[in-house]
């Protein structure tokens, strides 16, 4: 295989991911700011940024290949818009942590309060930005071969190309690149939290994928035109009668897979927790955790597809694998953070080690347990909503289809349906957690 | 310079008044002292006077213009004539010495100003914060973080920032707790010696009569929310 043909989508990849990272900066620093500085309108700023970030990655991609044209141009401007409403949200909750006092002692100098968010909270967070700016970096890499799927460009288009190729051997090679992409952004990651300056090297890769992705600015007009094409969203007769079966199948995508993944986490989390299993064993299920977390669902659901046919099942396995390592590294920890004296207590009445897991790790561990798949729902309700448009059934197999078809007033309705999907989804857990929490 | 008239202030859902009925006028270029003990309302009135409080009735002059915390615009106006030393004397720790001073003039900057000062420091700015470093006797600080301090050095960057503000009034809070007697001794000379010079009314707030006596033209005592017994102005 030429190694170039690797080359050119690898950088797309980190391309796109930095200069969506860096717009995402740009844009949701300063909002971050006059939200932290309570201007007129910053609540309604800040909540609609949080709705905004409702609306899932991929479909925003979708629409954003239909608007700024096939290519990175149109990956960078769906990771740009998402990664705007993320960083903007969570940037000012961190400058909202700064002490008061701090920035009182500022603005008794008659300072304004963006003065006082400049000069005092700004500096007092940096740390805290630096690495959640890495931390958005990160997930943007993932995003950013999960765009390429719909035509944005990057290791997702290629993957796809390869599959309708009936190509698997580059299929097995480019999920293997991304898996050592995914590991080298992780330790990024970790050496950030370390010495946060680092955050700064995602800079020189956004300008120089900005230059690559040639900004979507000299197609302004041309966007804004097809956004308007597309205006009003309408759902015919036969595209109604088929939206409850729509919704019914995305819920059971989310619902089935996540409890395949509760299933297989307990026994991979149990096996994996430095504690029961012998060491070497332990090791190697904590790699294959890594290696299941490391490829996102949608690249998963790609392949099942081929595997198991379109529709619900595909969609369901690959969000099951995929959460199967989420929930398997986390149910690990959890079952780590028990307390030795009482597993030490089952030890002594001579129980082997499963018997110990079984009847000591999960009854003790299963709060955070519980909690965990509960996030996870909540997370793979959001998923569901796009794994269709890969085939796998559902609401994002309708918005996908409409837009293959040129029918852009359905497929704005669909858009118009999954956020409100993924909010309705975002409250119910909001609602779940408050009756969790003791 | 400073008039307090029949101040009330009442924190939510707290049983009695933080401040009763206060009534207290300062004189232009005069010191005073308060003194009373913890929650005695020190730091409440003190407040009050920068405008962090919202008094329940009363009103308070500064400059003969009223401190109307519901007009933010002229609140800033009247704070960047008060400067502020807190309790806590509370910086920015992430920020060298010379920016937590110059922060003392964050009310006349513009935001793109204190952006820039944030990133870069001009020749003149810099010289400016060394020189009122030079006057409370840290002149060699200005690249430190202020982090590192230790509580008496932080205390003479606090009053530092108040002098770069330039201001009318400096309110002090307890500007020598926790500091030893000798260096609790320097620090109130320097604030005093400071006052005197720039021709600044100064009320401070402390816990020890001698000290207090020695220092101030004026003593009051605050006794749970009410002025208790004055001593009458020295020399002003
Ligand atoms: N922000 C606040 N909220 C509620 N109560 C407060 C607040 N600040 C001060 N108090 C109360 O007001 C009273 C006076 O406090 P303070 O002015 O801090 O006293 P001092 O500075 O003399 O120690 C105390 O009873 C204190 O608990
Ligand atoms: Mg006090």
């Avoid at chain 1, 690495?131 to 944005?152: N, P, Q």
């Avoid at chain 1, 207590?345 to 299963?366: E, K, Q």
């Avoid at chain 1, 293959?404 to 956020?419: G, K, P, S």
């Amino acid at each position: 295989m030429n190694v170039l043909n690797l080359a050119i989508p690898v950088w797309q990849t980190l391309a796109m991911a930095g200069a969506g990272t860096l717009i995402a900066v740009a844009l949701g620093a300063p909002l971050a700011a006059y939200i932290a500085a309570r201007a007129p309108g910053a609540r309604a700023i800040y909540l609609a940024l949080g709705a905004l970030r409702a609306i899932p990655d991929l479909t925003l991609a979708i629409f954003a290949v239909v608007v700024v044209g096939i290519g990175p141009a149109a990956g960078v401007t769906a990771l740009a818009v998402f990664y705007t409403a993320m960083v903007g949200k969570m940037f000012a909750e961190l400058l909202g942590t700064v002490s008061r006092p701090v920035l009182e002692s500022l603005e008794a100098t008659g300072a304004s309060k963006f003065s006082v968010v400049l000069f005092g909270a700004l500096p007092s967070a940096s740390t805290d930005l630096l690495t959640f700016g890495a931390y958005a970096f990160e997930c943007a890499i993932r995003a950013s071969v999960v765009v390429g799927a719909v035509g944005a460009g990057g290791i997702g288009t290629e993957i796809v190309g390869s599959i309708n190729a009936l190509d698997y051997r580059r299929v097995a090679v480019l999920i293997a690149v991304l898996v050592g992409i995914v590991w080298v952004v992780d330790w990024f990651g970790a050496q950030v939290r370390r010495q946060p300056l680092l955050a700064l090297a995602i800079v020189p890769l956004g300008v120089a994928g900005l230059i690559g992705s040639k900004p979507v600015v000299f197609a302004a007009a041309h966007a804004v035109k097809t956004f308007a094409a597309m205006w009003p969203p309408v759902l015919d007769a036969r595209a109604l009668a088929a939206l409850p079966v729509a919704i019914f199948e995305t819920l059971e995508i989310a619902v089935v897979g996540t409890g395949l993944a509760a299933l297989f986490a307990i026994q991979l989390g149990l096996i994996a927790a430095r504690r029961f299993a012998p060491a070497p064993v332990a090791y190697a299920v904590r790699r294959v955790l890594d290696v299941l977390r490391s490829v996102p669902e949608v690249v998963v659901g790609l392949i099942l597809v081929v595997a198991v046919g379109i529709g619900p099942l595909a969609g369901a396995l690959a969000l099951g694998i995929h959460s199967a390592g989420v929930l398997g590294k986390l149910f690990a920890e959890s079952v780590e953070n028990v307390p030795v004296a009482a597993l030490d207590a089952l030890a002594a009445t001579g129980a082997g080690s499963v018997a110990i897991a079984t009847y000591g790790g999960v009854p003790l561990a299963l709060g955070p347990i519980v909690e965990h798949t509960l996030f996870r729902l909540e997370w793979n309700l959001r998923t569901a909503t796009v794994v269709g448009m890969i085939g796998a059934g559902g609401i994002g197999q309708a918005l996908f289809n409409s837009q293959q078809t040129f029918h852009y007033h359905e497929m704005l309705a669909y858009v118009l349906i999954t956020w409100g999907f993924v909010l309705s989804a975002e409250a119910l857990g909001k609602r779940f957690a408050s009756t969790l929490a003791p | 310079m400073i008039s307090v008239e029949r101040l009330v202030v009442r924190f939510p859902g707290a049983a009695r008044a933080a401040l009763n009925g206060i009534d207290l006028d300062v004189l232009p270029g005069e010191r005073l002292a308060i003194l009373g003990a913890s929650g005695s309302g020190k730091t409440t009135l003190l407040r009050a006077i920068a405008g962090f409080v919202t008094p329940v009735s009363g009103r308070i002059l500064v400059d003969g213009r009223v401190i109307d915390t519901h007009d933010a615009k002229a609140l800033r106006a009247q704070r960047r004539r008060i400067g502020m030393i807190a309790q806590s004397h509370d910086m920015v720790e992430r920020l060298s010495v010379e920016r937590n001073v110059l922060a003392g003039k964050l009310g006349a900057w513009s935001a793109w100003h204190a952006l820039r000062a944030l990133v870069h420091l001009t020749p003149g700015e810099r010289a400016e914060a060394k020189a009122i470093l030079e006057r409370v006797g840290i002149g060699d600080f200005g690249r430190r973080r202020t982090g590192s301090l230790s509580g008496g050095e932080r205390q003479r960057v606090a009053i530092a920032r108040a002098l770069a503000q330039n201001p009318r009034v400096v309110l002090a809070d307890e500007p020598i707790a926790s500091l030893d007697e000798d260096y609790a001794r320097r620090i109130l000379e320097l604030l005093c010696r400071a006052a005197e010079e720039e021709r600044v009314t100064l009320v401070c707030t402390l816990h020890q009569p001698a000290l207090a006596h020695e220092f101030f033209h004026r003593v009051v005592r605050l006794d749970r929310g009410s002025i208790g017994e004055s001593s009458p102005p020295l020399h002003v």
